[in-house]
């Protein structure tokens, strides 16, 4: 397997304008998790998806960001309207969640700097 | 509320043993989960600890101590390519809760 996929790797943008990260998790896996990760505040969890349906999105930090699972194979965290305060490693992951595993499969992360 | 105590930051030799220990204050605990992250990396899966004792994999071993909320993640025979992050995780209702990492640095 590819392993989770995740693009693009690199984002640069202007403040105001709208960003949109794309997630190709594991095939298979049953759950899919946003993150974002900066030096100040470390791993966040945004949201996490089971068998496509959001199950927990009180990590979001504001109605700005958006996500969504139309399928399986494909997600979306979408920035709309960005700030420079969103500059962050945008991290997906996906897990098989069976009975108490919690191994969790990391994309590459995409780096976004809002100017 | 659910928190993790770990270690800002270990220093340690290259071929030596370091231990990283983590503290945990959780509702719904279902075990204890060691992630490597490397600088400019993803987080990448080391080890799972679901019941007490000892787990080891090659040169990593991880333990856990449900009774204490405590555990560590053991590296024996450093090596120069150890030096990353290592974060603790509790595994509760289907997510993680992640610990801030500890910066683990290797001198030769």
């Known amino acids: 397997d590819a392993g989770v996929i995740q693009s693009p790797r690199h984002e640069v943008t202007e403040m105001g304008q709208e960003v949109t990260l794309r997630c190709k998790p594991i095939s298979g896996h049953n759950s899919l998790f946003w993150y974002r990760q900066t030096m100040m505040r470390g791993l966040e969890l945004l949201i996490y998806f089971n068998n496509n349906v959001p199950i927990d999105d009180s990590g979001m930090p504001e109605d700005r960001f958006s996500a969504k699972m139309p399928n399986a194979s494909f997600s979306t965290l979408k920035i709309q309207p960005s700030e420079p305060r969103d500059s962050a490693v945008y991290f997906c992951a996906s897990s098989l969640i069976a009975g108490t595993s919690y191994e969790q499969y990391f994309g590459p992360g995409t780096r976004l700097t809002v100017t | 509320g659910q928190s993790l105590e770990q270690p800002s930051e270990v220093t340690a030799v290259e071929g030596a043993i370091v231990q990283i220990n983590c503290t945990y204050q959780?509702?719904?605990?279902?075990?204890l989960s060691w992630y490597q992250q490397h600088d400019g990396g993803a987080p990448t899966f080391l080890s799972y600890n679901a019941l007490d004792g000892l787990e080891e994999t090659g040169r990593f071993s991880s333990f856990l101590s449900r009774s204490d909320s405590y555990g560590y993640l053991l590296l024996q025979e450093l090596q120069m390519k150890d030096s990353a992050s290592y974060f603790c995780?509790?595994?509760?209702?289907?997510?993680?809760?992640w610990g801030a990492g500890t910066k683990l640095i290797i001198k030769p």
């Open positions: 959780t509702s719904g605990f279902y075990g």
């Open positions: 995780a509790v595994g509760g209702n289907y997510q993680l809760i």
